[in-house]
């Protein structure tokens, strides 16, 4: 299992906001619209 | 399953978290649940309303007591992405997903501006992926396709301003509002969503995800109608083969003259009977770890 820290995704916004970065306790969201999705993978 | 009802819960999952928390059910905030009966559909945007405020106010911070130090600071959060299927795409990034401008990929990543599709006989066909494969892949020079791959030049994507531009364009488009549609605009985008609001929302790599669980089931489906052969399961049909001849591709393929009658080639990919029994009796035998079937 992977986590999305080590995507390319995440770390293009922490490039794109590194105020946001610098602070670890600021929350990373996904927003999802079916819970059955997540909970079957 | 009994579907008369449906709604529709939102969920915000905090990826702070390590990977084994991340994704248990006690871990998932609710922040909407959308009523039914139906599907919102467009109007599903009234409804995300509150959330977007909400993350709006928390990209700006929010004073939180740090439990450790026992001192406020200002908490910020900002979402990464959607997850969802593909019909929920439509709903909740506002492009389109049917007709010619349907390709997803492009709805979310790139924005192709000249689609990829085009009508046989009865359906739309989208075509000429090979572009996406790395170069010199032994499909692109693969002969069998080699009429679709013909100009797999670069295609033409949309930077991000021109995308906001595009946007910009369509940020009166209310939900129950019929719109002009004019020609030099290439319709992929239907409304303007309020995530595009969120001022960081523009500069995220990667802003939809698909859950791929439907699609993997469809295409496995038809993978194996087609290669046992299944009555009404197969995708190799009548229609299939005529299409081929009007791509002029796989030529061993299409029908073959014999006499008054056209003959319907036998496929490579078909089984015989004796490999059908070989195949069934290897899934019968096959083993998996737990949880993987």
Redesign the interface.
């Known amino acids: 299992m992977t986590h999305p820290t080590n995507g390319k995704a995440w770390e293009d916004f922490d490039n794109c906001w590194p105020d946001f970065a610098k602070d670890v306790r600021n929350l990373r969201l996904g927003l999802a619209t079916d819970v059955s999705i997540l909970l079957a993978t | 399953m009994n579907s008369s009802y449906s709604m529709?819960?939102?969920?915000?999952?905090?990826?702070?978290l390590?990977?084994?928390l991340?994704?248990q059910?006690s871990n998932?905030m609710m922040s909407l649940l959308i009523p039914g009966p139906h599907s919102q559909g467009k109007a599903f945007d009234v409804f995300l309303q509150p959330l977007v405020e909400d993350l709006l106010e928390?990209w700006r911070g929010v004073d939180t007591l740090?439990a450790i130090t026992g001192k406020d600071?200002k908490?910020?959060?900002?979402?990464?992405?959607?997850?969802?299927?593909y019909p929920?795409l439509s709903t909740?990034s506002g492009c389109t997903t049917s007709g010619y401008f349907a390709c997803g990929y492009f709805a979310c990543l790139h924005c192709d501006k000249s689609p990829l599709s085009y009508a046989i006989r009865s359906k739309i066909c989208y075509i000429g992926h090979g572009c996406f494969l790395p170069k010199g892949h032994r499909l692109c020079k693969a002969s069998d396709f080699k009429s679709l791959h013909g100009n797999s030049a670069k295609l033409g994507t949309f930077t991000i301003e021109e995308l906001l531009e595009e946007l910009e364009n369509i940020r009166d488009v209310r939900v129950g509002q019929k719109r002009k549609r004019s020609r030099d605009r290439v319709p992929i985008w239907g409304r303007r969503v309020c995530l595009w609001d969120i001022p960081?929302w523009p500069?995220?790599?990667?802003r939809h995800n698909f859950?791929v669980?439907h699609i993997e089931k469809n295409v496995c489906e038809s993978l194996l109608g087609t290669i046992l052969d299944i009555k009404g399961k197969l995708k190799d049909t009548t229609n299939a083969r005529l299409d081929l001849a009007d791509l002029k591709i796989r030529n061993e393929l299409q029908f073959q003259h014999n006499g008054d009658d056209y003959d319907m080639p036998k496929a490579r990919y078909t089984l015989s009977k004796s490999k059908k029994t070989q195949f069934l009796n290897f899934l019968k035998d096959a083993k998996f770890l737990d949880g993987y079937a």
């Open positions: 529709w819960p939102i969920f915000v999952i905090p990826y702070n390590p990977p084994w991340c994704m059910e998932f928390l740090d600071f908490l910020r959060a900002a979402v990464l992405w959607c997850i969802h299927d929920a909740l960081y500069s995220l790599k990667l859950d669980m």
